[in-house]
């Protein structure tokens, strides 16, 4: 069988109030364009009815599918193990909030008929348009947090942690099999090991809009993210991509 031109891969942990909805706006969006696809959901040890909610939707949707990890082990094993599991010429990371509409892939593509390898939505970008900003002090915390990001590891790039990437298929293999991080620093790693590999990295900017429900607790998890920046950059290029 022909692998599909697209596969999205959604990371979820307790989606249920909203997984319905994205994989019907995703159905919506996918069999009006021109190109084939395939939807998966990875389930991060959910506890709550999001399984049976993807698994439901699929019966009667053949391109959407499940994959299941248990236990719980953060959002960045199970886009690593989506990354991994998935086909397509193209794989593209969407969180289960649609924060970044599915149309907004369109955008991205421009820069995929050019063979950019990687392409990442960024929302500080002075064309995108956020429709609903985040809480000041959290926006504020996230500008802070990308600035250290440029600083300590990837200059030039102004948003790694928007969930809204493009890979080329053999690209995201490439990288992710590389990748360690199991919690939210997962973004910054691929970029990080993707830079050190000598990867073109389109940045392109975006229609984005708060959701509430967000998995990210600020200062717990900020911390972490944090504490594994400065693990990644002590190892240098030869420790990441070895």
């Not at 909610?53 to 391109?63: I, M, Q, Y």
């Not at 002090?137 to 809204?164: P, S």
């Not at 830079?195 to 389109?202: F, H, M, P, S, Y």
């Not at 998890?221 to 240098?236: A, E």
Request: net charge neutral; aromatic share 8%; charged share 30%.
């Amino acid at each position: 069988m022909n692998q599909p031109r697209i596969h999205v891969i959604i990371p979820a942990y307790n989606e249920e109030e909203r997984i319905g909805r994205t994989l019907a706006r995703m159905y919506e969006y996918f069999e009006q364009v021109d190109y084939s696809y395939e939807v998966t959901v990875v389930s991060d040890g959910s506890t709550d009815s999001t399984v049976e909610l993807v698994n439901e939707f699929g019966k009667t949707h053949p391109h959407f599918h499940l994959l299941e990890s248990q236990p719980n082990k953060g959002k960045g094993f199970v886009v690593r193990k989506g990354m991994l599991e998935c086909q397509g010429d193209w794989l593209l990371l969407s969180d289960a909030d649609l924060a970044t509409p599915i149309e907004e892939v369109e955008k991205l593509w421009k820069y995929a008929e050019q063979d950019i390898p990687i392409i990442i939505g960024s929302r500080p970008l002075k064309e995108s348009n956020l429709e609903i900003r985040q809480p000041k002090w959290r926006e504020m915390l996230g500008r802070a947090f990308n600035k250290a990001v440029q600083i300590m590891a990837i200059r030039g790039i102004q948003d790694t942690q928007c969930g809204f990437k493009l890979f080329k298929n053999d690209t995201a293999k490439l990288i992710f099999e590389k990748c360690t991080l199991p919690g939210f620093g997962y973004d910054f790693e691929c970029l990080m090991i993707g830079r050190d590999l000598g990867i073109k990295i389109a940045e392109v900017p975006i229609r984005w809009s708060h959701q509430e429900g967000s998995k990210v607790r600020v200062l717990r998890d900020g911390t972490r993210m944090l504490r594994d920046l400065v693990i990644l950059r002590m190892k240098g290029r030869r420790g990441r991509i070895q």
